[in-house]
């Protein structure tokens, strides 16, 4: 059974910092690539950044130079680092992870419950 989990989400102050994580099982890792999206209260979801299976990054303009995303494949884990944050970032954070599940040769796409993130004075 695939799972995948995010964590790390909560309520921060303007300019300050999160670290999200993003745990997988049952999809082969070092094969998958990871997405981050954010969906804010009555908005689409947004892709916010992604990293393929072999570390190519890709940022959206909004979050360039404040988020910084890394993977770790002995972990399975993702993690997004978010800094300088604003009020703007708030939103519903939701890993998706395309890979291929064990056993098998093309890639599926999962999702995660998604994290709550909130920027407030």
């Known amino acids: 059974q695939v799972q995948v989990v995010e964590s790390g989400g909560g309520l921060v102050q303007p300019g300050g910092s999160l670290r999200l994580s993003c745990a997988t099982a049952g999809i082969i890792f070092s094969r998958s690539d990871i997405d981050w999206y954010a969906q804010a209260p009555g908005k689409q979801r947004e892709l916010v950044v992604g990293i393929t299976s072999g570390g190519y990054t890709n940022y959206g303009d909004s979050v360039k130079g404040r988020f910084t995303i890394s993977r770790d494949n002995a972990k399975r884990t993702v993690n997004l680092q978010m800094n300088s944050l604003r009020p703007e970032d708030t939103a519903v954070y939701f890993c998706?992870?395309?890979?291929?599940?064990?056993?098998?040769?093309?890639?599926?796409?999962?999702w995660g419950q998604g994290t709550q993130v909130t920027v407030s004075s």
């Open positions: 998706n992870a395309k890979g291929p599940r064990y056993g098998r040769s093309s890639s599926s796409s999962f």
